[in-house]
């Protein structure tokens, strides 16, 4: 579907200039290499369009008479984004989605519909859409959304220099803005859309306010838990889903689905099966899976506020933010709304990654105090000190809004991080990995159980207890052994082998020699150092699996 709410100039048919654009130059991912799986990670984020084409719809969009300029912005993992000048000095962002992005159609029209709930109806700045149109059977080739070009800078570039009190003005505005979220009484879970967009969508799918038709309506799920490592390959169900017990049965069937599909789980935290290490198997994945599904009614939160369908953007970091650098407490717009979705409060629920720290965090609203050895601190672990409160003030500031705002969402918060709402959270992910750790989680609720109900639905035996053990020791040193080997790489948890340009030799050589001095610290015999080479993750996928 293509919408345009800015008609051409006069209705006159737009001229376009001749852009000297590489159509193939701007389709292709430039702005970094992989050290292993590189076609792999370049095709999935490569978009073939016209860039003629999008220039006319552009001119559509804007009702200029030409598009005189395109610049390629940053890349981000998911989408080609080009800022768009035309020849009247209007500006517009051109966003198109990589296939990388979620399933085709769904997930542009969910992000469109999205954007124009929360800016129209919840009063959250968004982005205003021009036109897009989420089918690539267009004459510009591909899905794509235009839209404004927000106005003010990222709070990025103002942050560091705002002092605690106006860094507080902005965290209230947030903490608004999510009650908004958690107040929009949404009937079901899944994702937005256009009420056009969700054929013989029935009454409660429907969105209704004030006296108008239904505009809107919700439908499958954009959430990429349903489309990552290896999901989009199953067939699954992706709602919307009526009850909560609904929305968390379909979790645990697709994590069943891809564990029976694969032979090989993605995206595993530590360096598995190697020799005298963890050895994920199906069967154990599966197993903790139907324990989960026993326990899960009474694992279940009681208050109904606390599993109903939210919507919730859940990356609110400070590039997602837009300011006006004149008075950088005045958000002028939210931007990143792509696989935003409604799902169960306490499991939405989060702090905004803008005010996320390392560190301690306090218990309670008691006033947080310098260490009292501060004044015997050099200069630089004083400044460190005083960071760090500052960080955990503001954390806690957020946590006083939320109470003082929409109390549901605090409590929302404390279920999350509850021995129950972890367990909830850490089963929608057993295909990857952490079934050990969702293993003891599920003990220690049975003991909890046994003591305080007299019963427990789970039937936990001495073999499960000793194995369970044995099993996480394994696991925790398969996830040091990840981490000790990617410090000594100079990479990060959950590398996917990517590298700057500038970097990719340097890094390419580091790799071979760590592997190559892991395989001398940890394979005492030819054997062993073969089959670690078959299990270490740093190289390209068998076609096979």
């Known amino acids: 579907m293509t919408m345009s709410s800015t008609p051409s100039k006069s209705g006159q048919p737009s001229e376009v200039t001749t852009l000297l654009c590489d159509d193939k130059g701007l389709s292709e991912y430039t702005s970094g290499r992989w050290l292993w799986n590189e076609k792999k990670q370049l095709d999935c984020r490569r978009v073939l369009f016209s860039v003629t084409e999008l220039a006319k719809a552009a001119t559509k969009a804007t009702g200029s008479n030409s598009c005189i300029d395109i610049t390629k912005l940053p890349e981000g993992n998911f989408n080609k984004v080009f800022l768009m000048v035309m020849d009247d000095g209007k500006e517009i962002i051109a966003k198109l989605p990589n296939p990388n992005a979620g399933r085709p159609h769904l997930t542009t029209a969910s992000e469109v519909a999205t954007m124009d709930f929360v800016r129209n109806v919840l009063k959250v700045p968004a982005p205003r859409v021009y036109a897009w149109d989420s089918s690539s059977a267009n004459p510009v080739g591909a899905e794509y959304i235009l839209m404004e070009r927000v106005a003010g800078v990222e709070l990025d570039k103002v942050w560091d220099d705002m002092p605690g009190e106006k860094r507080f003005q902005v965290v209230q505005k947030l903490a608004k803005y999510d009650a908004a979220f958690a107040t929009s009484g949404l009937s079901m879970y899944g994702s937005l859309y256009y009420a056009d967009d969700v054929p013989d969508a029935r009454p409660s799918q429907l969105i209704q306010h004030g006296q ?11 959430n990429r838990a349903y489309f990552d490592n290896l999901r989009a390959e199953v067939d699954l169900d992706l709602g919307p889903w009526s009850t909560f017990d609904e929305y968390i049965r379909s979790r645990t069937e697709r994590e069943h689905k891809c564990i029976s599909r694969f032979n090989q789980f993605p995206r595993q935290q530590g360096l598995f099966s190697g020799p005298g290490q963890y050895k994920p198997t199906a069967a154990a994945k599966s197993r903790v899976l139907t324990m989960f599904s026993q326990a899960a009614p009474l694992l279940t939160p009681k208050d109904p506020s606390l599993v109903k369908p939210t919507l919730w953007h859940p990356d609110l970091h400070t590039e997602n933010i837009f300011v006006d650098p004149d008075n950088p407490t005045n958000i002028v717009s939210i931007i990143d709304w792509q696989a935003v979705n409604i799902a169960p409060l306490f499991l939405q629920a989060r702090h905004p990654s803008l005010i996320e720290f390392e560190g301690p ?3 309670g609203f008691e006033p947080i105090n310098l260490p009292d050895d501060f004044e015997s601190l050099s200069p630089e672990k004083q400044l460190e000190a005083k960071k760090l409160r500052s960080a955990q003030s503001l954390y806690k500031l957020y946590e006083v ?15 999350r991080e509850s021995l129950p709402g972890q367990i909830f959270g850490l089963a929608g992910s057993i295909f990857s990995d952490g079934e050990p750790v969702l293993l003891g989680m599920l003990i220690r609720m049975h003991d909890e159980w046994v003591k305080t109900r007299g019963s427990s639905p789970l039937g936990i035996t001495l073999d499960d207890r000793e194995n369970q053990k044995e099993d996480m020791r394994l696991w925790s040193q398969g996830v040091e052994l990840l981490a000790d080997f990617l410090a000594k790489v100079g990479a990060y948890q959950g590398w996917d082998g990517w590298v700057n340009h500038n970097n990719y030799e340097v890094m390419r050589l580091r790799l071979q020699h760590c592997i190559e001095s892991f395989l001398d610290q940890h394979a005492t015999t030819e054997e062993k150092r073969r089959l670690w080479r078959t299990v270490l993750p ?6 096979e699996l």
């Open 212 to 222: 108008q038709s239904a505009q809107f309506a919700i439908g499958p799920t954009t």
């Open 361 to 363: 965090i306090t218990k």
């Open 401 to 415: 809004c939320l109470l003082q705002t929409c109390p549901e969402i605090f409590k929302a918060l404390q279920v």
């Open 538 to 543: 740093f190289k390209d996928d068998d076609p």
